[in-house]
């Protein structure tokens, strides 16, 4: 089995919905953009999300900074739920059997001075991103920590997945 072809099967429709079922989640609702912007967008073999919040049924579930009123381990699952958010929008663009892989995710997380557990945070989207899609789901990845976000968010993820 060459390496493209191990990356691929078992990936498809019953691959990332059975891993999916194994982890007890399923794909949200695409969460309505807050502003004048579109959840996801391709470009080619790429399709970019939007910067996702961790919403749950529509409400934010994690806020506040990170170091300070939120431990790393909540924005963690927040994180978590950031990419499972992105995974819904490049399912409802285009179908999450599209997907060939994950090729980067950017993580914002709101931190009080001197937090610099960023990496850690944003681990909990990596990590969900690799139970999915399998070395898939590996991929190059940014953490960067910022004084707020929109709506008090603890975290923030985008991604740039590349699809068939």
């Not at 691959?15 to 079922?21: H, K, P, Q, S």
């Not at 409802?92 to 990496?119: E, H, M, N, W």
């Amino acid at each position: 089995m060459t390496g493209e072809t191990a990356m691929t099967e078992g990936r498809g429709a019953t691959g990332w919905r059975a891993n999916l079922d194994r982890l007890g989640l399923t794909l949200p609702p695409v969460a309505t953009p807050l502003a004048s912007y579109t959840p996801a967008v391709r470009a080619g073999a790429l399709v970019y999300t939007s910067g996702q919040l961790p919403l749950a049924d529509g409400d934010l579930v994690v806020t506040g900074a990170v170091g300070a009123e939120v431990t790393p381990e909540a924005a963690a699952e927040g994180a978590r739920l950031c990419a499972l958010n992105a995974l819904s929008a490049v399912h409802g663009l285009v179908g999450l059997d599209a997907v060939v892989r994950i090729v980067k995710v950017v993580g914002f997380v709101a931190s009080a001075p001197g937090f610099t557990g960023q990496p850690a945070v944003i681990n909990g989207a990596s990590d969900l991103l690799g139970a999915v899609f399998g070395p898939a789901g590996v991929h190059a990845r940014s953490a960067v920590g910022v004084a707020e976000l929109p709506l008090g968010a603890s975290v923030e993820v985008e991604l740039i997945a590349e699809v068939r």
